[in-house]
Structure formats: C-alpha cells, structure tokens
C-alpha cells in the first residue's frame, strides 16, 4: 500500500513568519513530488513539483526533497493571511496516478 | 494552458436516479485522465484511471458498475454514477495531464459537489 503522510494540522503561523510543512512517502519508486493548495470547497491547485534531491525555489516557496529519508517538505516565506488553506502533497512515480497525502490545514494570522 | 473543465459544478439528484459528470481538456489532448473524490475534511481519494479508447481501471473498493467511465475522446471523459444514494453524496474531481507531461503534474477540474437526497 502506497502511503504519504502529513500532519493534519492545523498549523497557525503569525502573518510574515516562515509556514513548514511536511510530507513522507512509502514508495521509493516514487519519482516526481508536488505541492497543491486547495481552498475549502475547490479543487486543488499545483503549488510547486520536484523531481531532485535538494531544494527548489518558486518566489515565497520553497520545496525540499530528500528521497533517501522520503521526505519532502514545502516552506513558505512571509507568510500572507491568503496562504490559509490546506496544502496537499502528492507523489507519483511514472505513468501512475497521484496519490494524495490527507493534507495540513495552515493558518496564517495577521 | 492545460486547462480542464468539469461540468456540472454542482448536483442535487433523488436517490435512485443517475448523474453524469464531464471533464474535458480544452488545450491539450489527454490519453489519460483520473477521477477522484473527496469526503469532507479528507483527502482526494483515486476512483479510477480513465483510459482513452479503452475499459477504465477502477481502485479496489469502487464499484466499476455503479461508477461507469467513459473515454471517448482525446478530450472527453465521463463519470456516471447510477442508482446514486446518499452515502455518493461527495465532491468528485478529475484531473488531466497534457501528453507526455505527466512528470509536470496534473491539471483538476473545478470538480462537482454531487448532493444525493
């Protein structure tokens, strides 16, 4: 059974502060990891993917991926009241469906 | 680019009755396409991969007889769900990828709030 985990949260951050969010996999033939947000009520968004170890930057985000530890993580830099929403992560190995973490709720306070 | 429609976005039905649900890619052409759903404050869950030109494959524990796909096009995939009951009552999504892009991530439609009364 191939698993992804993450804390469900929720995570309350000050607006401004850096948001961490955490995310691990059963699957080491997992080959490409993405980060979606999903706002209550709408489907998911694709926030950010990576495919290597090491860290990918996207303006205020950041994902890290380190598939020896099966871990991927999504930071996100002063953090907005905006940003309040629950991220998904989602690994995928080739030619095979998504499978879904069951997402961290993040709440950014102003 | 790489946009996916879904329609309807919201359906009321009696229990009993039949509804179908469209996912089209409206720039791209998808061999594959994926139906998920969702329960309130959980996950996305797989139903099934829908094929073009072909049978789907169903998840373990979905029912390929209530839930009947169809992939008629390049562009075109459809859920049915029959004999619907309350408990169907759920957010169902599907997502795309343009051809040859699957590593580049999965474009949703804006899903369908399926209300079963």
């Known amino acids: 059974q191939k698993e992804v985990e993450q804390n469900s949260g929720p995570l309350s951050v000050p607006e401004g502060a850096i948001a961490s969010l955490n995310c691990t996999y059963s699957d080491r033939g997992s080959q490409s990891f993405f980060w979606y947000r999903q706002y209550s009520g709408k489907s998911p968004e694709l926030i950010m993917f990576i495919y290597s170890n090491g860290d990918k930057e996207d303006g205020r985000f950041t994902a890290q991926l380190n598939k020896a530890s099966q871990y991927v993580s999504l930071l996100i830099r002063d953090s907005q009241p905006s940003d309040s929403a629950t991220y998904l992560c989602a690994v995928t190995a080739a030619g095979t469906a998504l499978i879904f973490g069951k997402g961290t709720t993040l709440s950014v306070s102003s | 680019g790489a946009v996916v429609s879904q329609h309807p976005s919201r359906v009321i039905c009696k229990s009993g009755t039949s509804v179908k649900i469209e996912c089209r890619s409206l720039?791209?052409?998808?061999?594959?396409m994926f139906w998920y759903r969702q329960f309130p404050k959980q996950s996305l869950m797989l139903m099934a991969t829908?094929?073009?030109?072909?049978?789907?494959?169903?998840e373990q524990g979905v029912e390929k007889d209530k839930f009947l796909i169809n992939h008629a096009s390049l562009t075109l995939s459809t859920l049915t769900v029959t004999s619907a009951h309350p408990e169907d009552s759920s957010f169902y999504i599907c997502?795309?990828?343009?051809?040859?892009?699957?590593?580049?991530?999965?474009?949703f439609g804006s899903g369908t709030r399926l209300t079963v009364v």
């Open positions: 829908s094929n073009e030109g072909s049978k789907a494959t169903y």
């Open positions: 997502s795309a990828s343009p051809r040859g892009s699957q590593a580049y991530g999965y474009t």
């Open positions: 720039d791209f052409q998808a061999t594959t």
